[in-house]
């Protein structure tokens, strides 16, 4: 121990101290013996001794060893005498010790094992200062042969036991005062086992409490690892969920798809019929430009016949007036019976206007019977063109109603493709959401598996850190099962938006197929399928030229504009009327008045 050490270090220089005392007592005792007592008119001379170095202790040493060689004399018993001035310039040095003590502790002396203080016997062995300082020196300090020393010396020896008695003193009040030392570092180190024993029982109750908090969060750990088992238990459903919602999303992807390749076959056939309705409006077109054609040359040929008629009443009349001249001129001839060559040639004439006569009628009831037959050809061709135009209408309405339903089933095919689009996004990110929180939540296991494996000290903070991942764990799980729930509404309003567009468009085609078998029954009797070849091919070459253009682009015009229609009904009623009046008062240049009757 350290203290002990430094008190056996202090013992140590105590006894040193005194044997330079004792040294130097004994030397001013020589000195006494030479100058008669002149130490006690100078007594500052024993502090000069005292401060001496060991080496003039060691010159001096013959001295001691000369004085122990006396025998001691009985001693007289102790006379009380006052106080000498040696004694009181010792104690005044033992005053202005204890002064410089108590204004400068000592400094602790500072052993170690190869530095450590000569205490043992052992150690004073083959030492020069141990004959002059030890015990021996102190054993023997005194001189022996006291015995054989005069009374007169009796005062010197006196003087020098009362300075004996005066060290004898001040050791013990030195060894008092080691004493007093001891017993405070006894009581120091007493207090140090007080407080040791204080924090011992504090560390006990610390190790107590710490026991028991690590029982605590052995118990928060155990509790940790089976929410952590029920949390994967959660995320497995939650994988098996998000699997199922990935195969019903699969699925609906084949069905979109089927979806799409039905839409895109509809859309064919929609074209297809496009292309066969256009096919009919442009045979319709072509029909009714044949039937303008035919009746232009109905018109033609009722004029021509007109004009026929006409002729022919001229001709008639010109006949007449003709033969009724011959039947005059006949009769004048009767009358006197001279014939010439000139009514030879009238008779022939006449007979050849006879057979033209003839002929003429003859052309005149084919051109009638013709114009019966162009007659009954134009009402078919109307009834078949107002049949046509019942037909092209409902083909149109028709159109406009597939038009509409195409293009509603195109938006809402448009907005499931939105939709779908956007399950798709929230699906992959709702997937990346709950493979980073899986990801997540391993890490957490791992981490808490890693902490399990090292029990920590900070347990409140873990506690606190854990009730808020906790916290957050549990916000999590809500706002995923929320978002799933609202995923599933989702999904299922769109299965039921696909089966009502499976079922419209079902009923759609079933619609279209039955109007479709509708046409073809009724009007399976069309001028288009009375077109033969020849016209196909006129029609082919037809449209090729420019006049054909123009007249569709003048059929559109009247399709789109009712105005173009009122004006050409105007202007072939005008025609009409015109060339009604111009028959009805003009008359032909050759035109010879009939006489009249005698």
């Not at 004959?131 to 054993?139: I, N, P, S």
């Not at 000290?457 to 916290?471: C, F, G, Q």
């Not at 229609?565 to 008045?593: N, Q």
Request: glycine share 2%; aromatic share 4%; charged share 30%.
């Amino acid at each position: 121990m350290s203290w002990f050490s430094d008190l056996a270090g202090k013992a140590e220089s105590l006894l040193n101290n005194l044997d330079e005392q004792t040294g130097a007592v004994l030397r001013n005792h020589n000195g006494t013996k030479e100058k008669k007592h002149d130490f006690i008119l100078h007594p500052e001379g024993t502090l000069g001794q005292k401060k001496k170095t060991p080496r003039n202790i060691k010159k001096n040493g013959s001295i001691s060893e000369t004085r122990s060689s006396y025998t001691p004399i009985t001693r007289s018993p102790p006379v009380r005498q006052p106080r000498s001035p040696i004694k009181q310039t010792y104690d005044n040095i033992r005053n202005g010790i204890e002064n410089v003590r108590k204004k400068s502790p000592p400094r602790k002396a500072q052993y170690t094992l190869n530095n450590s203080p000569k205490t043992l016997v052992d150690d004073f062995k083959d030492h020069d200062s141990v004959d002059h300082f030890g015990l021996r020196h102190r054993r023997y300090s005194l001189p022996s042969d006291l015995e054989f020393i005069n009374t007169e010396k009796l005062t010197y020896s006196m003087q020098n036991l009362e300075v004996e008695n005066a060290m004898l003193k001040n050791e013990l009040n030195v060894m008092n005062r080691e004493v007093s030392e001891l017993l405070d570092r006894l009581r120091k180190t007493e207090d140090e086992l007080k407080t040791t024993q204080i924090k011992l029982e504090s560390s006990v109750k610390l190790n107590c409490m710490l026991t028991d908090e690590k029982e605590s969060l052995v118990s928060q750990l155990q509790s940790k690892i089976q929410i952590t088992d029920k949390g994967t238990c959660e995320i497995n459903k939650y994988k098996e969920h998000s699997q199922e919602l990935e195969s019903s999303i699969s699925l609906l992807n084949d069905r979109n798809k089927e979806l799409e390749d039905k839409i895109k076959e509809l859309t064919e056939e929609v074209s297809v019929k496009n292309t066969a309705q256009i096919k009919l409006e442009n045979e319709l077109r072509h029909a009714q430009t044949t039937i303008s054609e035919q009746q232009g040359n109905l018109e033609k040929t009722v004029a021509e016949c007109h004009r026929l008629e006409k002729d022919w009443e001229a001709y008639k009349l010109r006949v007449k007036s003709m033969l009724f001249a011959k039947d005059n001129q006949i009769q004048s001839m009767k009358g006197g019976t001279n014939i010439t060559e000139d009514n030879k040639i009238l008779l022939e004439q006449i007979e050849i206007l006879k057979d033209e006569k003839e002929s003429l009628s003859q052309a005149v009831s084919q051109v009638h019977n013709e114009c019966d037959d162009m007659k009954r050809c134009i009402t078919q061709l109307e009834q078949q063109n107002i049949s046509a135009e019942r037909v092209v209408t409902a083909l149109r309405d028709t159109l406009k109603e597939e038009r509409l339903a195409r293009n509603r089933a195109e938006g809402h095919c448009a907005v499931l493709r939105k939709e779908l689009q956007t399950l798709q996004l929230e699906t992959n990110e709702t997937i990346l959401n709950l493979r980073t929180s899986l990801q997540i939540k391993d890490d957490e296991l791992n981490n808490l598996r890693e902490s399990a494996s090292t029990a920590r000290t900070d347990s409140a903070l873990n506690v606190a850190d854990y009730d808020v991942n906790k916290e957050a764990d549990s916000e999590k799980i809500q706002y995923l099962t929320q978002m799933l729930i609202q995923k599933q509404g989702k999904i299922d309003s769109l299965l039921a938006d696909n089966n009502i567009m499976r079922i419209q468009l079902g009923k759609l085609e079933s619609k279209h197929r039955s109007e479709l078998a509708a046409l073809q029954a009724k009007y399976s009797h069309s001028i288009v399928h009375l077109q033969d070849d020849s016209r196909l091919r006129a029609r082919s070459n037809y449209s090729s030229s420019p006049l054909s253009a123009l007249s569709l682009r003048i059929g559109i015009m009247i399709k789109r504009f009712p105005i173009f229609r009122l004006l050409i009904l105007i202007y072939m009623i005008g025609l009409h009327l015109w060339v009604v009046t111009v028959l009805l008062t003009s008359t032909p240049e050759d035109f010879v008045p009939r006489p009249p009757k005698l």
